[in-house]
């Protein structure tokens, strides 16, 4: 067994090298000085991304990692991500590069820099893909995070730190999303949303009950295993022109189902996936029943109906409406083929998304 000496310290060089990350990547973390004091990263020689919701006039203090201060403009925001652009002229600090894809159990480091000084935390990447459009960090969060930078132990940026949008927990915007976001209000000052106006609730066919599923007009038969009907009030999935569920602080229909993966069984309710087997399509299939479609809207246009079930968007399969959000949300004006499962058969359908 090897002993942790001086010349042979495992977890002595860890703690030297994520220092050193920090130290390094801390380089295109500020300090934004609003109502709240919040964190902000370098996205571009004279710009810096940061949480929208603490911003409430049109320009802030930025307080650079030298001491200097700087005057910096809101040059737009993004309510759907929480998202804000700041301007403040030639920064002179490195802008934060994407990482190039950080596997599931690595650490990550998550950085803010408060009116106290530079404030670092320990996470760990803990998902492939995020979750209902977010990165979970695995970090515990402190004051003054938000707007801060996730990174990847050799200094990848992995996304925005907000500790605002669950209670206990600090989610990241995924670096991929943040920046095109960055680029977008650089650019327009607005985030276009992809629409496609269809209302929608997760649904799946059992596997030993093939029969159990709409008809192409969307009436239901008696046996019919029903969609998740509930969920928790304020996270149903309608779905309704790209917006998704209804954002914090709105309230669904009454009737839409939650944002978790629960499936309806004979049995009960359970939070297993089905596989398909057997003749008949329909079985094992998941994904969205449309039940609703807007007079006027790109999908009426594409030729959906009442009772079509969703199944994937450009290929992904689409399992619940949270997927649907993140599919069409970037997409404003662009064609995207859905695949379709309709009177039994499956089908695809390429629609041009509007936007709003």
Known sequence: MTKNTPENNTFSDLSEALSSAVAQTSQSVVTVLAARSISGVVTGPDE???????????????????????????????????????QAGNLGLPAVSASQGAQVGELLSVVGRTPRGLQAALGFMGASLPQRGLIPTGAAPFRGVSGGGVFDARGGFIGVANAGMSRGELLAVPAERALKIAGLLSRDGRVPRGYLGIGTQPIHFPSDAPHNAPDADGEQTQSQAQPHQSGPR???????????????????????????????????????GWGGRGADPRRGKIGLTVVQVEDGSPAQSAGILLGDV?????????????????AVRGHAGEHLTLGLLRGGSEQDVTVTLGER
């Open 234 to 272: 304020g996270h149903g999935p309608q779905e309704r022109g790209g917006r998704g569920g209804p954002q914090r602080g709105e309230f669904g229909p009454r009737g839409c189902g939650g944002w978790g993966e629960e499936r309806w069984s004979r049995s009960g309710w359970n939070r297993e």
């Open 310 to 326: 969703l199944l994937s968007i450009a290929s992904t399969p689409i399992r619940h409406p949270g997927q649907l959000l993140e």
């Open 48 to 86: 810096i991304l940061t949480v929208a919701h603490v911003l409430h006039g049109d320009e802030v203090q930025v307080r650079l990692p030298d001491g200097r201060e700087l005057s910096a403009q809101v040059v737009g925001r993004d309510p759907a991500s929480d998202l804000a652009l700041l």
